[in-house]
């Protein structure tokens, strides 16, 4: 079947540190994958996309690279700020069919 | 400005009322889904639609109802309403075609029965 696990929160980082958030996948076809980003009190946007192997998905400093290998999507991001908490969903898309999300990581970044 | 509506944000309501949360589309997405959202975060599929007139339920069995009459638009309605009702329900809307696009989101209504 599809699935998309990534890694239990809340993780909790001082700013500028750096950021990685773990996300595997299974899926039953060439899917795409995504990360979306929810600030607290509103619905879920965008963050990155990849949609082969090997694609680099990149925005705002955040960088993810489609992993075929080792079916991962890790979250990647340098330098944090403390306007970067927030709730992060890895997610898969394939065929033409619905997204299979992971079940959120929740980041908080203190100054 | 293409962009995706939720109203209300918040609601209050009492057991046993009627409520339909609204969400509409200014993008011409085809397809649109309901998902609920519980206090852990998970996000849990619905309903969905892939166009006017089609409407499916999702992974989560759900006593809410939708309905598609507009293409811009995708009301969910609970008849009755209980307090296990109780979530932050999320609207999104996506491209029928291309496995490339993500879905637009909606601001979400948080729901309280009480």
């Known amino acids: 079947g599809n699935s998309v696990t990534q890694m239990e929160g809340p993780v909790t980082l001082s700013e500028e540190a750096f950021l990685t958030i773990n996300c595997t996948y299974t899926?039953?076809?060439?899917?795409?994958l995504f990360w979306y980003v929810q600030y607290p009190g509103e619905g879920l946007q965008l963050l990155l996309k990849?949609?082969?192997?090997?694609d680099k998905g990149s925005n705002k400093g955040f960088e993810a690279t489609y992993r075929k290998e080792t079916t991962s999507f890790h979250l990647e991001k340098g330098s944090v700020q403390v306007s970067d908490s927030a709730v992060y969903f890895c997610a898969l898309r394939i065929n033409f069919n619905k997204f299979y999300f992971g079940s959120g990581t929740k980041l908080n970044v203190k100054p | 400005e293409a962009d995706i509506y939720q109203t209300p944000r918040y609601l209050v309501i009492g057991t046993g009322k009627k409520i339909t949360l609204e969400c509409s589309q200014t993008m011409g997405h085809d397809k649109m889904y309901w998902y609920q959202q519980d206090p852990g975060m998970e996000l849990h599929l619905i309903h969905y639609s892939y166009g006017v007139n089609s409407t499916e339920k999702g992974d989560l069995s759900s006593e809410s109802t939708v309905s598609r009459i507009r293409t811009e638009h995708f009301p969910l309605t609970l008849e009755s309403a209980r307090p296990s009702h109780t979530s932050q329900y999320l609207c999104?809307?996506?491209?029928?075609?291309?496995?490339?696009?993500?879905?637009?989101f909606g601001s979400g209504t948080r729901l309280t029965v009480v």
């Open positions: 899926a039953t076809g060439y899917p795409s």
């Open positions: 990849a949609t082969k192997a090997d």
């Open positions: 999104a809307s996506s491209e029928l075609v291309g496995t490339g696009e993500g879905y637009t």
